[in-house]
C-alpha cells in the first residue's frame, strides 16, 4: 500500500504504524530521471507484493517534509531515496541505483516484513 506523504502529520501516522511493522518511505524527485526510473521499480515492486506499507514524498513539490525526514533521522537528504523504518527508527535506507526490488525486499526481509509475492 502506498500513501503520500504530505505533512508531518502523515509522517507520525506512518511512524506509528512502524511499531508493529517495518515501513519504507520513499523519497522522489519528478526532475529527476534516474528518481522515475527508480519510482516505477519501486512502485512495481510494491503491487506485486502485500503487507507493505510504503510513504511516499515529492521532494520538489514537499521539501520541507522532505528536509523534516533527513533531520529526524539524521540520514543525508538524497533522492531518489527510500528508508526502511522500524519502531520509529531508519534500520535500512539506500538511494539511487541502489534501490531496486531485491535491496528493498531484502531489507524488509531482515527486519521482519517478508515481501510476500502476490498470487
Known sequence: MIVDLLEERDLEQLLDQSKTDPVLIFKHSTQCSISTQAYEEFVEFLASTSGVICGTVLV????????????????????PQALLIKDGRVVWHASHWSITPDTVGEALLAYGQPANKRN
Open 60 to 79: 520538489v513539490e514537499n521539501r520541507t517534509l522532505s528536509k523534516a525526514i533527513a533531520e529526524r533521522f539524521g540520514v543525508r537528504h538524497e533522492s
